[in-house]
Structures are given as structure tokens and as C-alpha cells.
């Protein structure tokens, strides 16, 4: 069975960038655009991980993952955030939330896919 991914990104070419490299990875993949979706997708999706912006229109990925770490359905998906921030304490503001895992814009394949099989690795050994 495929290793399910959901991508909350609402810029249109980061989206697709991610959403097809792990497909051709082998990933199956559910784009979300608007993180207020977000939620509701996961729920139905049941994703093994969760690939986030954290600036996104209408709340912010921050607000957004403490928001998933709250249900129960959702809390032990591991969270992947991949942004702009990369200011001096954004890092661990956004591991504080409860992100698993943290990759500053732009990001190199290579540093992208090693972060999402460590993630859906040590999700799998647990």
C-alpha cells in the first residue's frame, strides 16, 4: 500500500513541485490549496504524513498544526513544514507547534526527500 501524503500549499508551482516528485516516488499524493481545508482532507485522507506551508491565506500553519495535534484522529500524523520563515526562533516556534520536521524555502530535492522518508521511516518503526 502506497504511503499517503497530504500537501497543504497554497502557492500553485510549489504544490505541483512537491506533489509530483513523490508521486514519482511512489507516494500517493492529495493536494490541498487552502489550509481551512486542511482539516477536513486530512480527516477523510488519513494521510501517513502531512507536507505544510506555514504561511497560508486565511490562518496561519502554525495555528493550523496545533490544530491538528488536537484531534485525535489527526495528532500522531507527523507534520513536514516547509516555508519561508527561516528567521532566528522561527524553527523552533514551528517545532513548538508540533511539526515533526522543518525545511526552509527554497528547498533542494535531495534535502525535500530525505526529510520525507525520515519521517514516514520513523513513522513506520514506530
Known amino acids: 500500500m502506497a504511503v499517503r501524503v497530504l500537501v497543504v500549499e497554497d502557492n500553485d508551482l510549489n504544490r505541483k513541485l512537491f506533489c509530483d516528485l513523490l508521486k514519482a516516488h511512489g507516494f500517493t499524493v492529495e493536494p490541498v490549496a487552502d489550509g481551512l481545508a486542511a482539516i477536513e482532507q486530512a480527516i477523510a485522507f488519513q494521510p501517513n504524513l502531512i507536507i505544510m506551508d506555514i504561511q497560508l491565506p486565511n490562518i496561519s ?8 495535534k488536537l484531534d485525535d484522529r489527526l495528532a500522531a500524523i507527523p507534520v513536514l513544514a516547509v516555508t519561508a520563515y ?5 524553527e523552533e ?5 508540533g511539526a515533526h520536521g522543518y525545511l526552509s524555502k527554497p528547498v ?9 522518508n525520515s519521517l514516514v521511516d520513523n513513522r513506520a518503526a514506530a
Open 86 to 90: 527561516a528567521g532566528k526562533g522561527d
Open 93 to 97: 516556534r514551528i517545532r513548538s507547534a
Open 108 to 116: 533542494s530535492i535531495t534535502s525535500f526527500m530525505s526529510a520525507v
Open 61 to 68: 500553519g502554525i495555528a493550523l498544526i496545533e490544530s491538528l
